[in-house]
């Protein structure tokens, strides 16, 4: 499909750089087929049924955003001044101290070259891929790489928030949800970013429960489409796990009339990539570059709660897939047009799948 087929226009406004307090106040679009209602987050327990099951993504934000600079090289003017400042966004771990990260100004890096931060870190660049990643090993690894993270990092807010405001405590806790418990993502699972202990309550005084996954999101989530036709994309793989017994809820909540609504499209993908033709859902551990657009059957999902998203960009895309393209460009314009706030901090969507014959 072409990607323009995916574009629209947003004022600058709506972009969200607080999320709502508390954070079940935000407002939540519910779009079913050409129909939308305006609620609030709160309201969700009242739009899903008795034997429903939530599933968030439990992965933890980590301090992926590094400042250092490059050591200078040996034949540099001065070889012991500092070299070019550069700034790593991790990506993907490839092994106890090897990461997958985008580096600014990557052209600034060559193979063999070092970056040195605060703390005693640096990182040597193994690799130079597509698209930007750079392989950096570090001089730490395991736990104590992690640890020097949480010292010389910062949460990795999205460019469109970073760009309008610094970053600073207050994101420490606005920028992690209340299932995070794992280690190993780069950006939010930011429909998870709502839920509060009342909301929780709610959810399961009404009988629906919560499942747990995994899907540790990477910085290619910001990577605009660059590509004119969907089919020339190519998506970056993330790391994902479902256990056994998330799974066995999952078959026995389906087996009884249940509905299964992942909470944000990170846990959509693992669970689509999970599950099988016949709608099975297994256990799984491993990479995911699942690429969901308009066409796609979907296996495992009833629903969707999710944000807004990015104009042509994959998840706009997947959003597209399950609940009808020309239903989410009415839905994007009625949110534009009424002030709900985009974005990772913004409001949210609860969509039903379009119908087909």
């Given at each position: 499909?072409?990607?323009?087929?995916?574009?629209?226009?947003?004022?600058?406004?709506?972009?969200?750089?607080?999320?709502?307090?508390?954070?079940?106040?935000?407002?939540?679009?519910?779009?079913?087929?050409?129909?939308?209602?305006?609620?609030?987050?709160?309201?969700?327990?009242?739009?899903?049924?008795?034997?429903?099951?939530?599933?968030?993504?439990?992965?933890?934000?980590?301090?992926?955003?590094?400042?250092?600079?490059?050591?200078?090289?040996?034949?540099?003017?001065?070889?012991?001044?500092?070299?070019?400042?550069?700034?790593?966004?991790?990506?993907?771990?490839?092994?106890?101290?090897?990461?997958?990260?985008?580096?600014?100004?990557?052209?600034?890096?060559?193979?063999?070259?070092?970056?040195?931060?605060?703390?005693?870190?640096?990182?040597?660049?193994?690799?130079?891929?597509?698209?930007?990643?750079?392989?950096?090993?570090?001089?730490?690894?395991?736990?104590?790489?992690?640890?020097?993270?949480?010292?010389?990092?910062?949460?990795?807010?999205p460019p469109y928030i970073a760009s309008k405001r610094v970053v600073d405590d207050q994101d420490l806790a606005d920028y992690q949800t209340l299932f995070a418990q794992s280690n190993g993502s780069v950006a939010a699972p930011t429909?998870?970013?709502?839920?509060?202990?009342?909301?929780?309550?709610?959810?399961?005084?009404?009988?629906?429960?919560?499942?747990?996954?995994?899907?540790?999101?990477?910085?290619?989530?910001?990577?605009?489409?660059?590509?004119?036709?969907?089919?020339e994309h190519v998506m970056h793989s993330e790391w994902g796990s479902i256990s056994e017994e998330t799974a066995a809820l999952l078959n026995e909540t389906r087996a009884a009339g249940g509905r299964i609504i992942p909470v944000g499209t990170t846990s959509l993908r693992i669970l689509e990539t999970a599950t099988s033709e016949a709608g099975v859902v297994s256990n799984f551990a491993g990479d995911t570059?699942?690429?969901?657009?308009?066409?796609?059957?979907?296996?495992?999902?009833?629903?969707?709660?999710?944000?807004?998203?990015?104009?042509?960009?994959?998840?706009?895309?997947?959003?597209?897939?399950?609940?009808?393209?020309?239903?989410?460009?009415?839905?994007?314009?009625?949110?534009?047009?009424?002030?709900?706030?985009?974005?990772?901090?913004?409001?949210?969507?609860?969509?039903?799948?379009?119908?087909?014959?």
């Amino acid at each position: 499909m072409r990607v323009d087929l995916f574009d629209f226009d947003l004022p600058d406004e709506r972009i969200a750089l607080r999320p709502a307090n508390p954070r079940d106040a935000a407002r939540l679009l519910v779009v079913k087929g050409d129909s939308r209602t305006d609620l609030k987050v709160h309201d969700l327990p009242g739009q899903l049924k008795f034997g429903d099951v939530l599933v968030v993504n439990r992965t933890k934000v980590i301090p992926a955003r590094l400042h250092g600079h490059r050591r200078p090289r040996p034949d540099a003017l001065d070889p012991s001044g500092l070299g070019p400042a550069i700034e790593l966004t991790l990506h993907k771990r490839q092994a106890p101290d090897c990461w997958i990260s985008f580096a600014k100004p990557g052209k600034r890096l060559a193979l063999g070259d070092t970056v040195e931060f605060s703390h005693g870190l640096s990182a040597h660049v193994e690799n130079k891929g597509d698209g930007g990643a750079v392989t950096f090993r570090f001089s730490k690894g395991g736990v104590d790489l992690d640890a020097a993270f949480a010292e010389v990092g910062e949460m990795p807010l999205p460019p469109y928030i970073a760009s309008k405001r610094v970053v600073d405590d207050q994101d420490l806790a606005d920028y992690q949800t209340l299932f995070a418990q794992s280690n190993g993502s780069v950006a939010a699972p930011t429909a998870g970013l709502h839920f509060t202990p009342n909301l929780i309550t709610g959810l399961k005084d009404a009988g629906i429960s919560i499942a747990e996954v995994t899907l540790h999101v990477g910085a290619g989530t910001f990577l605009p489409v660059k590509t004119d036709n969907t089919d020339e994309h190519v998506m970056h793989s993330e790391w994902g796990s479902i256990s056994e017994e998330t799974a066995a809820l999952l078959n026995e909540t389906r087996a009884a009339g249940g509905r299964i609504i992942p909470v944000g499209t990170t846990s959509l993908r693992i669970l689509e990539t999970a599950t099988s033709e016949a709608g099975v859902v297994s256990n799984f551990a491993g990479d995911t570059d699942i690429f969901i657009t308009p066409g796609y059957r979907f296996k495992a999902v009833d629903g969707l709660l999710t944000n807004f998203h990015l104009p042509k960009s994959t998840l706009f895309m997947l959003v597209s897939a399950l609940a009808g393209l020309e239903n989410m460009q009415a839905a994007y314009k009625h949110a534009i047009d009424t002030e709900y706030r985009f974005y990772s901090y913004g409001d949210a969507c609860l969509l039903w799948p379009e119908k087909t014959s």
